[in-house]
């Protein structure tokens, strides 16, 4: 059974000057473990589907299922990284690490302990008494995604959580989370317009047309060593193919 | 900044800034100076009428006698109880409303244009009314320092409130929470700096309310000692009072300063 199955899924928005068709009949499945990227031209409604995914709106028609029920929002979490880390100034690096586990009343000790290894894991452990400002841009993303982690999420929604930092950072943070994420061993979606970012770190490409957006096609990304980080991924022989097939069906199609 | 020794021309850097400030400072209180003097030299050379423009001297001597006599304590005292109270009370009830316009769209919808009104509405037209529905005490003085400050305290709270990051509030959403949590975990500790920056404004705001109603309806406070004063021509207790006024706003503006430096510091 897949871990995610969309299944005609269609959501329109409403304004008073009309509906604005988002996503439309969308299907797809993501299977346990996978790395799964989204892309498509700007504004095509990328961002919804991962609302529409993480349950903060309902489809207008088609059903989503995890683990098989519909009904997922109550019981299962699952995480979502947005484009900004929005640390919150007001509280120290740990105290906005734990905020899920705060919501949710499920920091005790097991989840402290959780929380405590993977800031040591991730080099934060140092900071957990800082304030967010006192971070850099790749070590504030880190929090972010610890802080998604700690409520061990089935599913990663990731909403270009790169796209703020500067080129550098970006792509040690793409290392990191990739290679967090693997160890994690998480399932995750990432939508993003950056398509170099698209092949080095996804198993399969979803590619959407122009909005509202459907599934155009999905692509298959094989490397010859599958374990390379992304940055590794981008000098590998497979990158530039995939590149420019990716570059060449967003230009006919998008 | 690290240990290195400081080079000379930051050395002399440091300096200039030390001396401009100093300056600065200097300048400052010589305005200060070289005004009484003018003031208390123009009254004594019968350039001026003391009776009419008071002097300094006359001042201290007023503030003097008042001292011994306690009767500036009631005055002082009734006016800053009076200002505190109102405050107090602008920030609860402006607080609690701005949070129920928040948290209602519907309720802000259909009050905002009442607020805009209250808001731009003069309230001294608003204080011989409260003396007749309230009566002539220190209930109605609060109300009207209240009635100053609190339209808007509520429409700015209200405003920050609305204009939190979507994102932060989506965020808190992704982790499962409610409204409350978005209350309790953004809305409000996002608006503290702007609660902070609002209450200095308010202070003041409450203060003018205040002497305001005692213009109308007092026995005691500052405002009433202001306007028996011109009444009867002693313009010194007019002055001595408008002084005390000065030191009040500034040391009420300096304990919001104090509660920031500690809220910064403790955060």
Known sequence: ?254 | MDNRKTSVSHQAYLDGITRRQRRIMVIRILIFVLFLALWETAVRQKWIDGFIFSSPSRVLGTFAQMWRDRSIFLHTGITLLETLTSFLLVVLIGTGFALLLWYSTELSAVLEPYLVILNGLPKSALAPLLIVWLGANMKSIIVAGISVAIFGTILNLYTGFSETDPDEIKLIYTLKGTKKDVLTKVIIPGTVPLLISIMKVNIGLCLVGVVIGEFIGAKQGLGYLIIYGSQVFKLDWVIMSIVILCIIAMGLYAMINCAEKLYLKKR
């Open chain 1, 1 to 254: 059974m897949p871990l995610l199955e969309l299944d005609h899924v269609s959501y329109s928005y409403h304004s008073k000057s009309g509906e604005t068709y988002a996503v439309s009949d969308i299907s797809f499945q993501v299977e346990k473990g996978e790395f799964i990227a989204v892309t498509g031209p700007s504004g095509c409604g990328k961002s919804t589907l991962l609302s529409l995914i993480a349950g903060l709106i309902s489809p207008n028609e088609g059903t989503i299922r995890l683990n098989g029920s519909s009904q997922y929002k109550e019981t299962t979490n699952i995480g979502y990284m947005l484009q900004k880390d929005h640390l919150f100034e007001w509280r120290s690096v740990y105290r906005n690490v734990v905020l899920g586990l705060e919501i949710q009343h499920k920091l005790n000790e097991t989840a402290a302990a959780h929380v405590q290894k993977m800031l040591e894991t991730y080099g934060l452990a140092r900071f957990a008494d800082a304030r967010p400002s006192e971070l850099s841009g790749g070590m504030r993303q880190r929090a972010a995604l610890i802080r998604t982690l700690a409520l061990d999420p089935e599913l990663l929604l990731l909403d270009e959580p790169f796209s703020a930092l500067d080129f550098q950072t970006r792509l040690s943070v793409c290392d990191d989370v990739a290679s967090i994420l693997r160890k994690e061993k998480k399932t995750a979606i990432l939508v993003t317009h950056d398509l170099s970012e698209a092949v080095s770190m996804a198993d399969r490409i979803l590619v959407l047309s122009d909005r509202p957006a459907h599934l155009h096609q999905i692509l298959e990304i094989h490397y010859d060593k599958p374990d390379m980080t992304p940055l590794e991924k981008r000098s590998a022989p497979e990158f530039q193919k995939y590149f420019n097939l990716l570059w060449k069906e967003l230009n006919t199609h998008g």
